[in-house]
């Protein structure tokens, strides 16, 4: 899709909420600027959806965010941007390396990690991603059935211990030590940043606590089908890019308004 093909109401939209004093942008990754991959490691994010946001994140009173499930390690790897953009990793508990377990906190993590990988080990297929403050059990890769029966013994078994929270995406369960979530991520980066309004594009079910929190004049993109709050939708991650680099000549265009007046 080029820019010229957007949607005209979603267009209006990027135009004027590109003309706010200060203004936030920020995206998940995989499913919304990657394609999604059977094994999380082989996620390639898309250049040019890079290129714009790395454009945006260098333009003044504009704050560029990446809130990933991923761990941050892992996402700073992935995405390689520059200090301009900020890196939120596991739905919003690792902000910028801002992480610090209490010591139950990191005992119950040991434990729930011991627990996953007992359940996992002799199932084909699964994925186990250990992050700072939690794990990800993707099961993308085994059987319908083999991640069924994984999922419900992991929902029944390391999910119910005290202080673990669980969160479902696309083929993957996540259980963390950590209350937070990618809406709470979207109010800090709000707060921190002083935006005036808020960009916010996702694919995935954990996005929707982000779409939640957005109001007027917030725009939200959702990525791909499923049910939504979002305002917008777009098909696939490839429709995205020309959608950040329209907002990236949006936003320079507003800021430049914004000296003349």
Not at 26 to 40: E, L, Q, R, Y
Not at 54 to 74: E, F, K, N, Y
């Amino acid at each position: 899709m080029t820019p010229d093909a957007v949607d005209a109401d979603l267009r209006d939209a990027l135009d004027a909420i590109a003309a706010v004093p200060t203004l936030l942008v920020a995206c998940d990754v995989d499913g919304t600027i990657a394609p999604i991959a059977a094994h999380p490691a082989d996620a390639v994010v898309d250049a040019d959806a890079l290129t714009a946001l790395d454009q945006i994140a260098r333009l003044p009173r504009t704050t560029v965010a990446l809130v990933s499930g991923r761990a941050l390690l892992d996402l700073r790897a992935m995405t390689r941007l520059g200090p301009d953009v900020v890196l939120v990793g596991s739905h919003g508990a690792e902000h910028d390396d801002d992480v610090a377990l209490a010591p139950a906190a990191s005992l119950s993590l040991a434990q729930v990690l011991r627990d996953v990988r007992h359940l996992s080990d002799a199932v084909a297929g699964v994925v186990v991603e250990e992050k700072a403050t939690g794990v990800a059990v993707h099961v993308r890769q085994a059987t319908r059935p083999d991640a069924a029966q994984l999922v419900a013994a992991v929902l029944a078994g390391p999910a119910t211990r005290p202080g673990v929270r669980t969160t479902h995406g696309k083929q993957v369960v996540e259980l963390s030590v950590v209350d937070t979530d990618k809406g709470d991520a979207v109010d800090r980066l709000r707060r921190e940043s002083g935006a005036d309004a808020v960009v916010y594009a996702g694919d995935d079910v954990t996005d929707e606590w982000a779409f939640a929190r957005l109001r007027p004049p917030d725009v939200g993109i959702k990525v791909g089908p499923g049910a939504t709050g979002a305002g917008f939708r777009v098909a696939t991650t490839h429709e995205l890019a020309p959608l950040l680099t329209l907002l990236a000549v949006a936003r320079l265009r507003g800021i430049a308004g914004h000296r003349e007046t």
